[in-house]
């Protein structure tokens, strides 16, 4: 479904040259641009990307992991927690889409990553923003990342991030906000990472990723949390030297985080969270968006 919408243009406008305004970390659209997605006791996060198609039409999708979505099998839907209506009407709900449909098979609104063992899912949810009156932020396209930008600006190891979503599935009752986290690049991000033998037999990890490490704290709900890069004002030149950059001056859309590395500590017999998040890339995201038809 093709739907125009009269807020899409102000709000992708908003975030075509999205630096935050003064005072501000991060633009504001940003907090709006998340839900909360739940299915059953299962939780977990979700962003919108606006995909135009013709003009200032287009479809919006919700990008998540495939894991946050339900098994194939029966019917199912997931729930995601949106603000509904405006003004003093404006009310936060959660509305039904539909994932699972009769045959068992995940319905045509639905997509995921090519790469068996990919974690990267999209759901196109224009037909729901229509008639539910759904409000929010729908992130542009051109604000992924792409692997000329990590190399022309430098995005790498040691760079910092935020990360939006519901750890815990948390949230505010008031409204649908997101909760911000910051975090580190672990791992060069333009290299993709190959997961070792041991942690691949113990923890079930893949062979590899399209993506890279964070150092952050990721925690059950984190799943799908979109991870913006961090505006920097200054870079570390070729001497060590602190420099005025022109560069990251863009909060691109560096990823999506899909889970975190646990550590086994042998001493205590627990199974511990170690503060290292998965994250697949911003290419993995756009390979996912490329299965709708326009």
């Known amino acids: 479904m093709i739907a125009r919408i009269a807020t899409l243009p102000l709000l992708v406008a908003l975030l075509v040259s999205p630096a935050p305004s003064e005072g501000q970390a991060l633009n504001e659209a ?3 641009s998340t839900a909360l ?3 059953g006791k299962s939780a977990g996060t979700g962003f919108f990307l606006f995909r135009p198609v013709n003009g200032d039409q287009g479809h919006v999708l919700l990008v ?6 339900p098994p194939i099998g029966s019917p199912q839907n997931v729930q995601i927690r949106v603000t509904i209506g405006t003004g003093d009407k404006a009310a936060v709900r959660f509305v039904d889409i539909p994932v699972v449909g009769t045959d068992g098979r995940y319905l045509p609104n639905v997509r995921l990553h090519p790469t068996p063992g990919f974690d990267v899912a999209a759901l196109n949810v ?3 923003i229509v008639k539910q009156g759904i409000q929010g932020a729908w992130l542009p396209l051109d604000l992924l990342s792409t692997p000329e930008r990590l190399k022309n600006e430098n995005i790498t190891v040691g760079d910092e991030i ?5 750890p815990n599935a948390i949230f505010d009752a008031r409204n649908a906000s997101p909760i911000l986290r910051t975090g580190v690049i672990a791992t060069v ?3 993709g990472y ?3 033998d041991a942690l691949k037999k113990q923890f079930g990890l893949p062979d ?5 490490l964070i150092d952050a704290n990721v925690f059950p709900g984190s799943s799908g949390s979109v991870v913006v890069l961090k505006q920097q004002s200054t870079t570390i030149g070729p001497r060590g030297e602190t420099l005025v950059s022109g560069a990251k001056k863009v909060p691109y859309i560096l990823g999506i985080v899909s889970g975190s590395i646990p550590i086994a500590d042998t001493a205590l017999g627990t199974t511990q969270r170690m503060g290292l998040g998965i994250v697949y890339s911003s290419e993995a995201i756009r390979a996912v968006v490329e299965l709708f038809p326009k």
């Open 30 to 32: 940003f907090l709006r």
């Open 37 to 39: 997605i739940t299915f």
């Open 64 to 69: 998540t992991n495939k894991h946050v979505l």
């Open 126 to 128: 224009t037909e729901a």
């Open 162 to 166: 935020f990360l939006l979503g519901y």
């Open 189 to 191: 991000p333009s290299e």
């Open 194 to 196: 190959a997961f070792n």
């Open 208 to 212: 590899r990723i399209d993506g890279f």
